[in-house]
């Protein structure tokens, strides 16, 4: 089975501190996905990549980078959080070419920066 | 913009009743998707239905998909409880590839 693995469940932050959080695939997806998901508004999406080093905006990159220097590997930056970025962060990936068919998601982190 | 709307927000029911939630969008798509999700977790692919299909089954699922009216339906038979989670519907537009939008989801609790 897939598995994708987002390194915290809950991480707690201040306002104005960097944050980094690190999504990892185990099944060689090329594609992967940075969503939020706050009530009321389902997911938007952040960020995603198609390849190493690649990278395109999603809805709402605003406040947001990501890194992908591996690729397995997926990381979501905060580069000063702030408390309007406190929500449920969704990492996901699929093969390329299916960036529309089935996503695998991992856990979520829950992001409350005070 | 969110494409896929859910209806209802909340659904309760007790268990052995079938579960019926809705989607509506808005612009043409390859194709509609069913994802669960557990309280505070991540979400779970459940069924795809292509553009083309009408019905499709999964074991207690059957999604409906009426291109005309631009929604589906997801129909959950003999619920239980183990099926309480939120049940979102995520589209594949036509016009943007790389990428699903997902709806905000029905809350279903299914009671012993």
């Known amino acids: 089975d897939v598995k994708v693995t987002q390194s915290s469940r809950y991480l707690v932050k201040r306002t104005g501190e960097k944050v980094f959080l690190e999504c990892v695939q185990d099944?060689?997806?090329?594609?992967m996905f940075w969503y939020r998901q706050d009530p009321g508004l389902g997911l938007r999406l952040i960020y995603f990549?198609?390849?190493?080093?690649?990278?395109e905006k999603g809805d709402i990159p605003e406040g947001y980078s990501v890194s992908r220097e591996k690729k397995e590997r997926f990381s979501l930056i905060l580069e000063s959080a702030s408390t309007n970025q406190t929500s449920m962060y969704l990492c996901?990936?699929?093969?390329?070419?299916?960036?529309?068919?089935?996503?695998?998601f991992g856990s979520g982190t829950q992001l409350s920066v005070l | 913009s969110q494409q896929g709307e859910e209806d209802p927000q909340a659904l309760s029911i007790q268990e052995g009743e079938n579960a019926t939630m809705n989607c509506s969008y808005k612009t043409s798509i390859n194709n509609l998707q069913w994802y669960r999700q557990n309280s505070g977790r991540g979400l779970v692919h459940l069924i795809l239905i292509r553009s083309n299909e009408r019905e499709k089954h999964s074991g207690r699922l059957r999604v409906t998909l009426d291109t005309s009216k631009k929604s589906s339906s997801l129909l959950i038979t003999a619920s239980r409880a183990a099926d309480t989670a939120s049940y979102f519907c995520?589209?594949?537009?036509?016009?943007?590839?790389?990428?699903?939008?997902f709806g905000t989801g029905t809350r279903l609790q299914v009671f012993p």
């Open positions: 995520a589209t594949a537009r036509t016009s943007n590839t790389d990428k699903l939008i």
């Open positions: 996901a990936s699929s093969y390329l070419g299916q960036a529309q068919e089935k996503l695998f």
């Open positions: 990549s198609y390849d190493v080093k690649m990278k």
């Open positions: 099944m060689d997806h090329e594609n």
